[in-house]
């Protein structure tokens, strides 16, 4: 297992790379990334080798047949333990850096796309939920802003968070962590991979 630069190499072949990132690192820096993860957001990152996999992997995306979940920590506690959150999402016309939900009814709705991201509670803590999600669609910032649509930011989340909301002690970045991504290789076979939440988070998850 090779360490670099914020990176771990968790799997490797002739067509793919598989990284367990860390929070700080930015994945625009790489050449050829099949998809990407926000700079503060830590968790499993790919790149392809060359441009046919790149293509290939790229596709499974776009068709939505790549499996992904996320470990988050949320700020309150969700109305319910399972749900589905399905909105379109496009550029925040008050601030360019973010994301805004829009509903089907409202107007200029032409240019946003659908975002769907499943949930499930993990444990309850008394100002927090920590959660599963498990984004169906690919949008930028997608589990961040369903979240703060909810009412429920991400613990830590600088820009979608709430002015004064709870913030555990000594968190310094926003608590979402790519956990699992499951994917069809070139070669004809699924793989699955998985990143343990870091010692950086679960030292941060709240006392019961």
């Known amino acids: 297992m090779k360490i670099s630069n914020g990176v771990k190499i968790i799997y490797e ?10 929070a700080g690192v930015n994945c625009d820096d790489f050449h050829e990334r099949v998809h990407r993860l926000d700079k503060d957001t830590s968790g499993i990152f790919l790149v392809a080798k060359n441009d046919k996999a790149l293509e290939f992997f790229q596709r499974q995306f776009k068709e939505r047949k790549v499996e992904k979940k996320y470990i988050s920590l949320v700020v309150g506690h969700l109305k319910n333990q399972t749900g589905e959150i399905r909105t379109l999402l496009g550029r925040a016309p008050s601030d360019r850096r973010k994301q805004k939900v829009f509903l089907p009814q409202e107007p200029e709705t032409r240019d946003k796309r659908e975002a769907i991201t499943c949930y499930k509670v993990l444990q309850r803590f008394k ?7 498990e984004p169906k669609t690919g949008r930028k910032h997608q589990i961040r802003a369903h979240f703060a649509y909810l009412g429920h930011p991400i613990a830590g989340d600088k820009l979608y968070g709430f002015k004064g909301q709870h913030t555990p002690q000594g968190l310094k970045r926003q608590f979402l962590h790519a956990s699992y991504l499951k ?10 991979f998985k990143s343990e939440l870091p010692d950086e988070l679960k030292t ?3 006392q019961k």
Do not use: T
Not at 128 to 133: K, R, S, W
């Open 204 to 206: 941060k998850l709240p």
């Open 183 to 192: 994917i069809e290789l070139p070669i004809n076979q699924i793989k699955e």
């Open 13 to 22: 072949d002739e067509d793919l790379l598989v990284y367990d990132k860390s």
């Open 127 to 133: 100002d927090y939920d920590l959660i599963e999600a």
